[in-house]
Nanobody, 122 residues
Framework: QVQLAESGGGLVQAGGSLRLSCAAS????????MGWFRQAPGKEREFVAT????????YYTDSVKGRFTISRDNAKNTGYLQMNSLKPEDTAVYYC???????????????WGQGTQVTVSS
């Protein structure tokens, strides 16, 4: 079983950048595909991006394409989400998750972190 812990959230002005980290413990992260999701107040948790175990495949939801980059460093047992050109509508709690195979919905992920708040001011 793997435990996940996000960090790197915070308050940023529109147009700014943040890099979220997802540190894994308990099992090696290379055993899993990873995903990032977000949940804004009053809304359902939504898919943001996913990356396969090696980093050779990535996929993004349309609203973040060209602005966000998902990556991973298996040697450090850590995943990342680089967020550039942030918009107020990106404000949410961001969660990292792990699954044995690629997934694009919350139901496909087995392990979740506690989340980190990202707030983008206009």
């Amino acid at each position: 079983q793997v435990q996940l812990a996000e960090s790197g959230g915070g308050l940023v002005q529109a147009g700014g950048s943040l890099r979220l980290s997802c540190a894994a413990s308990g099992r090696t992260l290379s055993s899993y595909a990873m995903g990032w999701f977000r949940q804004a107040p009053g809304k359902e948790r939504e898919f943001v991006a996913t990356i396969n175990w090696s980093g050779g495949y990535t996929y993004y939801t349309d609203s973040v394409k060209g602005r966000f980059t998902i990556s991973r460093d298996n040697a450090k047992n850590t995943g990342y989400l680089q967020m550039n050109s942030l918009k107020p509508e990106d404000t949410a709690v961001y969660y990292c998750a792990a699954t044995y195979s690629l997934g694009y919905t919350t139901h496909e992920y087995d392990y979740w972190g506690q989340g980190t708040q990202v707030t983008v001011s206009s």
